[in-house]
């Protein structure tokens, strides 16, 4: 997701969307809140069984023979008696085995470095925009704004096809950027974790944009000849937070088929969704979105613990697809000259705080410590039911989470985030850099930010990571993990090559 902190001088610009996100913790919704403890009630239930069972088992094994004979004995005489108790534990048995989540782990994941030559230099980006004939002056003057106070570098990558001049972005060169993203994650993946492709029982791929026939995922399958029984999803039109869904959908899936390899391919395609139009509403796009794509390997075998990163913790999907607003609020169409583009709506900045909203006060139960959910709850029920005039409690996400990983979908969402959440520089740190180094990936972004901080050390055995992310539809969706070990930086992250010069002045903006 995109979005517009910037003004035009003389320019007229058709979105007029504030820049901050609303202040949505004067407006939280009791029913958010009541269901965040729904998943956490249903949680503890579950795990309370275990106890139940283990009690019943120990207290069997210390009975002496004399007693079992008794028991025995007993129960020959009292069907009624054997019939409850046998009952009774088959139900429990059956509620614990049902309830129980099985672990998933992320095994390693891998993203998509783009190649030097695709680099894009500002100065080049609008003298091609000029020389293409379809830009005019006020639009060209748009864009140079934009680029000029994005937070982008200049390098950041656009696909081969849009660095000639006119332009080609064909089918074959749009299945040209895929293949290029899709299969050197993937290959890099595959030798990290010494994982055959014949292993891989569940293939997910999203891309919001780019759906041709046959699918990406029968791409990977033709490329890397996985088996034939291998389950494959395509997830489509879907934006920038159809990586959390991905994740969400391996998770479920992962519960059901046993003993499973999971891949995930979160990525974006750009040849044949650029815009070649007028309306500033979709030059946006052109100016944030670059070329970027992770392969993220998930896993149930126990077995995989010892050498996994990361456990899947909690996801959580929020969607507001019912409210009209929320459901044009980006919105892909053809402006009235035909020419086809993702248009951004002045609302958004809007939609997005209240999509954010109604997330955390469902996370927040999950994953705050019980003093940080006691007095959020007290200040709320101050304010709600007895009308009190006290400043809404803000909970403090610092003490639930050591590392943020927040869509690097524009400069201005980080800052509000920021801003909202009370975090620090530090905190928000990887979705700068990640923002400036390889711009707007979509639904990749957040795989970037974790990859910059096991670039920098900072990963340690215990911490949590949450990743956050928006996207058309419009949705904002969570996940969280834990590190089951600390991590070592790699040869092979993306920031290997550049870590060092990280962090950067953001203000510190090429100007031309």
């Not at 910037?6 to 407006?27: A, C, H, W, Y």
């Not at 595959?190 to 791409?219: H, Q, W, Y």
């Given at each position: 997701?995109?979005?517009?902190?910037?003004?035009?001088?003389?320019?007229?610009?058709?979105?007029?969307?504030?820049?901050?996100?609303?202040?949505?913790?004067?407006?939280?919704?009791?029913?958010?809140?009541?269901?965040?403890?729904?998943?956490?009630?249903?949680h503890?239930?579950?795990?309370?069984?275990?106890?139940?069972?283990?009690?019943?088992l120990?207290?069997?094994?210390?009975?002496?023979?004399?007693?079992?004979?008794?028991?025995?004995?007993?129960?020959?005489?009292?069907?009624?008696?054997?019939?409850?108790?046998?009952?009774?534990?088959?139900?429990?048995?059956t509620?614990?085995?049902?309830?129980?989540?099985?672990?998933?782990?992320?095994?390693?994941?891998?993203?998509?470095?783009?190649?030097?030559?695709?680099?894009?230099?500002?100065?080049?980006?609008?003298?091609?925009?000029?020389?293409?004939?379809?830009?005019?002056?006020?639009?060209?003057?748009f864009?140079?704004?934009?680029?000029?106070?994005?937070?982008?570098?200049?390098?950041?990558?656009?696909?081969?096809?849009?660095?000639?001049?006119?332009?080609?972005?064909?089918?074959?060169?749009?299945?040209?950027?895929?293949?290029?993203?899709m299969?050197?994650?993937?290959?890099?993946?595959f030798?990290?974790?010494?994982l055959?492709?014949?292993?891989?029982?569940?293939?997910?791929?999203?891309?919001?944009?780019?759906?041709?026939?046959?699918?990406?995922?029968?791409?990977?399958?033709?490329?890397?000849?996985?088996?034939?029984?291998?389950?494959?999803?395509?997830?489509?039109?879907?934006?920038?937070?159809?990586?959390?869904?991905?994740?969400?959908?391996?998770?479920?899936?992962?519960?059901?088929?046993?003993?499973?390899?999971?891949v995930?391919v979160?990525?974006?395609?750009?040849?044949?969704?650029?815009?070649?139009?007028?309306?500033?509403?979709?030059?946006?796009?052109?100016?944030?979105?670059?070329?970027?794509?992770?392969?993220?390997?998930?896993?149930?075998?126990?077995?995989?613990?010892?050498?996994?990163?990361?456990?899947?913790?909690?996801?959580?999907?929020?969607?507001?697809?019912?409210?009209?607003?929320?459901?044009?609020?980006?919105?892909?169409?053809?402006?009235?000259?035909g020419?086809?583009?993702?248009?951004?709506?002045?609302?958004?900045?809007?939609?997005?705080?209240?999509s954010?909203?109604?997330?955390?006060t469902?996370?927040?139960?999950?994953?705050?410590?019980?003093?940080?959910?006691?007095?959020?709850?007290?200040?709320?029920?101050?304010?709600?039911?007895?009308?009190?005039?006290?400043?809404?409690?803000?909970?403090?996400?610092?003490?639930?989470?050591?590392?943020?990983?927040?869509?690097?979908?524009?400069?201005?969402?980080?800052?509000e985030?920021?801003?909202?959440?009370?975090?620090?520089?530090?905190?928000?740190?990887?979705?700068?850099?990640?923002?400036?180094?390889?711009?707007?990936?979509?639904?990749?972004?957040?795989?970037?930010?974790?990859?910059?901080?096991?670039?920098?050390?900072?990963?340690?055995?215990?911490?949590?990571?949450?990743?956050?992310?928006?996207?058309?539809?419009?949705?904002?969706n969570?996940?969280?993990?834990?590190?089951?070990?600390?991590?070592?930086?790699?040869?092979?992250?993306?920031?290997?090559?550049?870590?060092?010069?990280?962090?950067?002045?953001?203000?510190?903006?090429?100007?031309?």
């Amino acid at each position: 997701m995109a979005d517009t902190k910037m003004k035009s001088n003389g320019v007229s610009v058709e979105i007029r969307s504030t820049k901050k996100l609303p202040d949505f913790l004067q407006t939280i919704n009791l029913k958010y809140v009541k269901l965040g403890y729904h998943y956490l009630v249903t949680h503890i239930m579950t795990l309370l069984l275990l106890p139940f069972m283990v009690t019943i088992l120990v207290q069997f094994w210390q009975l002496s023979s004399e007693d079992l004979q008794s028991l025995w004995a007993n129960l020959k005489f009292n069907l009624v008696s054997v019939l409850l108790c046998t009952s009774v534990l088959v139900f429990a048995a059956t509620l614990y085995f049902m309830g129980k989540r099985r672990p998933v782990y992320l095994v390693d994941f891998a993203c998509h470095k783009p190649d030097e030559a695709l680099k894009v230099q500002f100065a080049r980006f609008i003298e091609h925009s000029r020389l293409s004939g379809y830009f005019d002056e006020s639009s060209l003057e748009f864009q140079r704004k934009i680029l000029e106070r994005s937070g982008l570098s200049e390098e950041t990558c656009l696909p081969s096809a849009l660095h000639q001049l006119p332009a080609v972005p064909s089918m074959a060169a749009a299945r040209e950027e895929a293949e290029e993203v899709m299969f050197s994650a993937l290959e890099i993946l595959f030798e990290n974790t010494r994982l055959r492709p014949k292993d891989i029982g569940i293939l997910i791929v999203n891309c919001s944009l780019f759906n041709p026939t046959p699918s990406l995922s029968a791409m990977i399958v033709n490329r890397f000849k996985l088996r034939g029984n291998i389950r494959t999803y395509n997830l489509g039109g879907m934006g920038c937070s159809a990586g959390v869904i991905s994740i969400n959908l391996a998770r479920d899936l992962l519960q059901v088929h046993r003993n499973t390899y999971a891949v995930v391919v979160s990525m974006e395609n750009i040849t044949q969704n650029w815009y070649f139009g007028n309306r500033k509403s979709m030059l946006i796009p052109n100016c944030l979105f670059r070329v970027g794509g992770a392969a993220i390997l998930l896993s149930n075998r126990a077995s995989d613990r010892r050498r996994a990163k990361y456990q899947l913790m909690q996801t959580v999907r929020t969607h507001k697809g019912a409210d009209e607003k929320a459901f044009r609020c980006v919105y892909q169409e053809q402006d009235e000259h035909g020419k086809t583009g993702v248009s951004l709506s002045k609302e958004l900045m809007s939609i997005a705080g209240d999509s954010l909203k109604t997330n955390i006060t469902t996370l927040g139960p999950l994953v705050l410590p019980v003093s940080e959910q006691l007095l959020f709850f007290f200040n709320l029920i101050a304010r709600r039911l007895f009308n009190m005039r006290v400043k809404p409690y803000i909970p403090d996400f610092k003490l639930a989470f050591e590392h943020f990983c927040i869509h690097a979908g524009g400069r201005a969402v980080i800052d509000e985030l920021e801003r909202h959440l009370l975090l620090s520089s530090k905190h928000v740190e990887a979705s700068r850099m990640t923002l400036h180094r390889f711009g707007n990936t979509s639904s990749s972004s957040i795989w970037y930010e974790l990859a910059y901080i096991e670039a920098k050390g900072r990963v340690h055995k215990g911490n949590r990571v949450w990743q956050i992310a928006f996207g058309s539809g419009f949705k904002c969706n969570s996940a969280v993990w834990q590190a089951i070990r600390s991590i070592r930086p790699s040869a092979d992250n993306p920031w290997a090559d550049c870590i060092h010069r990280y962090p950067v002045d953001i203000s510190d903006v090429v100007k031309f």
